[in-house]
């Protein structure tokens, strides 16, 4: 399927495989963290046995510790097992703000790593698209990643979702580097196969500090 | 013996603080690296913690800088990730025996420690 849309099968791997890489190292802080804490448990259960008082409400806390971080790991397991699900079907239907909120939350380390913050204003309404959720997927984080490059001084990237009769509009905005930035746009060889498989437009404003990517609400229409 | 522990992630460095605390090492902790720069400012340690992979600016960065400013200082590092190029860019840094991947066992933690301070010290 990728190579029949012109889709570099290399580029798609190493998509997927950076956000898998992401995911696992999520994953791996979690358990990292409930590592600590069993062990803080095993350190007070040792001091108790050689006769020193143990506080239950700071078991309680340690518990309670563990307990955020294994859900925790269940939602970044449940994040990963709908972004491994977005291959199953060449198209299909899905409400854009849940794919946006996907994205954001696929994307939380690379944000964190640069300092930066990604917000989604969400309506209340559903905004269904039918397209192939894997190459959005693939093109939103394209963007994502030039956009948290030039967010400017305030660090945060603004995204939001729009409907029109026949298209969704989808806004990074506050980048405020876009004016300075040595290419106005994401690496054109990565995306330009993508906008051309989902049918999209990119639109630059570059004075309002903004790029527009315009797609279909239905790809096979 | 002082050390300082430098990782984002908060739960998981002030938890290894406490711990090695009721071992009797001192150590604070600190999630980003402006803050271990201010820290290694205004107080002495013996050995820096550093998470490779922190916000901002790299673990290798961060050692350079606190190098410059405290030139005794020690330095362990620890990763979540097992990539190649992480690892090479720490042990290079501090030597392979120096770079531990999360999560991290106490015990071999501070037998680093010692290592690296050429020291001996009881555990629990």
């Known amino acids: 399927m990728i190579a029949e849309q012109g889709i570099e099968y290399e580029s798609a791997l190493r998509f997927f495989g950076k956000m898998s890489a992401s995911v696992s190292h999520e994953i791996n802080n979690t358990l990292a963290i409930i590592n600590e804490n069993a062990g803080l448990l095993e350190d007070f259960a040792l001091m108790a046995d050689k006769g020193r008082a143990i506080d239950p409400a700071r078991l309680k806390t340690i518990a309670e510790k563990i307990l955020i971080q294994i859900h925790r790991a269940d939602s970044i397991i449940k994040n990963m097992n709908k972004f491994a699900h977005s291959v199953d079907e060449r198209v299909r239907s899905v409400d854009m703000n849940d794919l946006l909120q996907l994205m954001i939350e696929l994307s939380s380390r690379f944000a964190s790593m640069r300092g930066v913050t990604i917000e989604l204003k969400r309506p209340a309404e559903p905004l269904f698209i039918t397209t192939n959720i894997f190459f959005l997927e693939n093109l939103l984080w394209q963007f994502l990643d030039f956009a948290m490059d030039i967010t400017g001084q305030e660090k945060t990237v603004f995204l939001n979702a729009d409907i029109t009769e026949n298209h969704i509009l989808i806004r990074f905005s506050q980048l405020e580097g876009l004016k300075s930035a040595p290419r106005n746009t994401p690496s054109v060889t990565m995306t330009e196969g993508l906008l051309d498989a989902l049918k999209g437009k990119l639109t630059t404003n570059i004075e309002a500090g903004m790029i527009i990517l315009t797609l279909p609400k239905d790809i096979n229409r | ?124």
Not at chain 2, 100 to 105: G, N
């Open chain 2, 1 to 124: 013996m002082r050390i300082l522990l430098v990782d984002d992630e908060e739960e998981l460095v002030s938890t290894l603080a406490e711990r090695l605390a009721i071992r009797g090492i001192n150590a604070d902790w600190v999630t980003s690296g402006d803050a271990a720069l201010k820290m290694v400012e205004s107080q002495h340690y013996d050995l820096a913690v550093l998470d490779i992979k922190i916000p901002i600016i790299s673990g290798v960065s961060l050692k350079k800088k606190i190098q410059a400013k405290r030139p005794g200082m020690k330095f362990i590092f620890m990763t979540g990730h097992g990539s190649e190029d992480d690892f090479m860019a720490g042990s290079k840094e501090t030597g392979p025996e120096f770079y531990l991947v999360k999560p991290v066992d106490i015990k071999t933690l501070i037998e680093k420690i010692n290592m690296a301070l050429n020291r001996r010290r009881d555990t629990l």
